[in-house]
């Protein structure tokens, strides 16, 4: 690819970044940081082709160490936005809720 | 999966320089000087997955326009990761294929580790070291691509000679790609370092105070100079320069460390998003190295996420982003601003007093700020809520957007804490009905109900949105010690009106204490 068009789909990105983030509600901005970082781990593809490319012994070995780093983001950026994510259940209304709140209030430590 | 065979020259055919040389015609196979010299065989349904990864991740952050969607939306940035990452591991010869499934396996037993066990209260501090993981894989893929730059078909040729039968073709990495490395690393190194400061501020191993540098600003501004200056050498240069590489990363490791050094306090929640901004940059410059979609994609949102979150912040502290950068904020203020106002009468109240009027009133505004999120009163405050709605009470929360050190920070601990959404309320939405609530019950939270952001214009939060919680009939105000004033400094009018109820205690337990006293 020419450097034009990966520009052309990096501005476009820029834009449909721009609305798309716009548009989250601002109760969730805490898990849009966590969900931005696991993705952003994409760079991830970049030290996976580090690690497997032959030839340079200390480029292996850096993708290797930047593959530890980006795992460590992807699964602990997904699954902290899951379990914050999880909070945001629609709950039962107050009434039902009282006694079925504090189970799973319980159920939410364990 | 077969995969097709290495060609070390792709066969030219149209392409050649109009005055051939006439070495082309002895050898049809040798490439020009310019031309990339393509190691890897480019597979359109390769391009075609990386850019199905890049969709997948924009669906996730769409599905977080509303809690009931927010969930679907994670999966599908978990499926574009999946896509990414199989899409990387089949279409590459694979030298090592055990020891990348340990590293994803050690790495991700870490963060699916820290992931359960994190408390929602030191999210802020967990975001800011997830950022610099991001920044410092960045600097170690842009340092691999520079090593080994075979691997990732950056090579192109810069001269050609031959020798008999024997044809040599020198190589380097393209001046492009050289800048869009350089600039990679730099992004990347700095925001590592930033992000490290950033938690290590925010987790409290380093104070939180802002620490200023004389003349700090040319400090920084030389020091970026220096980093594009050595990009232009670099890029320019006849061979791949190692030293400038090395001095770019080097000096970017410093900026980020003097960028946030004199950031603090009430500031920190615009450094985290400004440093998920970075972190989104970092991997779109690396995504124009590698030529990869889905990295280009990504980075345009993360990085625009971050910039859009940024300014919101700065917004609600009415503050510009340059004087946030620019650092210092709230360095001067003492614990007591202004001595003399403070000699001012206020009335202190206990929890059985507070009960009484809890239960008397017929709407409550809640307004939790960092401090609730310290004492860890969240769920001794749900408890209240629900005890108050037995009693026929309204309750509804409001959160200011700066509330806590990270934005949304205090919705995720109410949604905690089983508070329904729908009883949490914004700025905006909420602000027109103090006049006809009962009690504004503050817990933790200063700054963003300090009427002098309204009047008084010497105030350095002047301007910044606030609730108007002097229109409640009664002001109940939690709060460890008179002492202590906001991040901000400044003394808070609110303590010494007629109907505010200083409730000196730890939040926690003075909410616990409130909660006796309803039964």
């Given amino acids: ?110 | 999966m077969t995969l097709p065979p290495p060609t070390l020259l792709p066969p030219m055919t149209s392409q050649m320089p109009p005055p051939a040389p006439p070495m082309a015609q002895q050898f049809p196979d040798i490439p020009a000087v310019g031309e990339a010299l393509v190691s890897h065989a480019v597979n359109p349904w390769v391009a075609l997955a990386y850019l199905a990864a890049g969709v997948l991740f924009i669906l996730a952050l769409r599905g977080l326009s509303s809690p009931s969607t927010s969930r679907a939306g994670n999966r599908f940035g978990m499926a574009g990761m999946l896509i990414a990452i199989v899409t990387t591991l089949v279409t590459h010869q694979l030298a090592s294929l055990p020891e990348i499934l340990a590293a994803i396996a050690v790495g991700g037993a870490i963060g699916w580790v820290i992931a359960r066990r994190i408390a929602m209260t030191d999210m802020p501090q967990l975001v800011a070291a997830f950022h610099s993981l991001v920044g410092l894989a960045a600097v170690l893929v842009g340092w691999a691509a520079f090593l080994n730059p075979e691997a990732f078909d950056l090579l192109v040729v810069t001269g050609v000679s031959s020798n008999q039968d024997l044809v040599s073709i020198k190589t380097a990495i393209g001046p492009v790609s050289r800048v869009e490395m350089a600039l990679g690393v730099a992004i990347g190194a700095l925001t590592f370092s930033g992000s490290v400061i950033a938690f290590l501020k925010l987790a409290g191993k380093m104070s939180g105070a802002p620490i200023l540098l004389p003349g700090r600003h040319i400090i920084n501004l030389g020091i970026i100079v220096a980093i594009l200056g050595l990009t232009a050498a670099f890029a320019m240069g006849e061979v791949d320069n190692t030293t400038y590489f090395a001095a770019i990363t080097v000096l970017a490791f410093i900026v980020g460390f003097l960028l946030i050094i004199p950031i603090g306090g009430a500031d920190m929640p615009v450094v985290v998003s400004m440093l998920n901004s970075y972190s989104g940059w970092a991997a779109a410059a690396m995504g124009f190295t590698l030529h990869n979609t889905a990295m280009i994609i990504t980075g345009a949102l993360v990085g625009s996420s971050g910039a859009i979150l940024s300014y919101i912040m700065c917004k609600a502290m009415n503050r510009s982003f340059l004087s946030v950068i620019a650092g210092g904020f709230g360095a001067e203020a003492g614990p007591l601003g202004d001595g003399a106002k403070t000699d001012r009468p206020w009335k202190r109240g206990s929890a059985e007093d507070a009960a009484f009027l809890l239960k008397e009133a017929e709407n409550v505004i809640i307004i939790p700020g960092y401090g609730m999120a310290v004492a860890q009163a969240q769920h001794a405050l749900r408890e209240m809520g629900d005890v108050l709605k037995g009693h026929g009470v309204n309750v509804r929360y409001a959160i200011h957007p700066v509330a806590g050190r990270m934005p949304g920070h205090m919705n995720v601990l109410l949604a905690e804490a089983n508070v329904p959404y729908d009883e949490v309320f914004e700025l905006e939405d909420i602000n027109s009905e103090f006049a006809q609530t009962d009690v504004a019950f503050i817990i933790g939270a200063n700054d963003v109900v300090n009427p002098a952001a309204k009047t008084d214009k010497s105030s350095p939060i002047y301007g910044m949105p606030v609730f108007d919680v002097e229109k409640a009939k009664t002001v109940m105000f939690i709060k460890r010690s008179m002492g202590g004033v906001g991040y901000a400094g400044v003394d808070n009018d609110v303590f010494y009106m007629d109907q505010t109820m200083m409730l000196l205690a730890d939040a926690k337990k003075m909410v616990e204490e409130i909660i006796k006293h309803l039964d």
């Avoid at chain 1, 969900?35 to 340079?56: D, E, K, Q």
């Avoid at chain 1, 209304?93 to 939410?108: C, E, H, I, M, Y």
Wanted: glycine share 10%; charged share 10%; with cysteine.
């Fill in chain 1, 1 to 110: 690819m020419d450097f034009i068009a990966i520009l052309s789909i990096f501005v476009m990105a820029c834009f449909v970044g721009y609305y798309v983030v716009w548009s989250v509600t601002p109760a969730l901005h805490t898990p849009l940081m966590a969900v931005t970082n696991a993705i952003s781990s994409v760079i991830i593809v970049g030290a996976l082709i580090a690690a497997a490319g032959a030839g340079n012994p200390v480029a292996k070995w850096l993708g290797l160490a930047g593959i530890v780093l980006a795992s460590i983001n992807i699964f602990g950026g997904f699954a902290v936005t899951a379990r914050m994510l999880a909070m945001y259940k629609k709950k039962e209304r107050p009434a039902a809720a009282a006694a079925k709140g504090a189970a799973a209030a319980k159920g939410d430590k364990a």
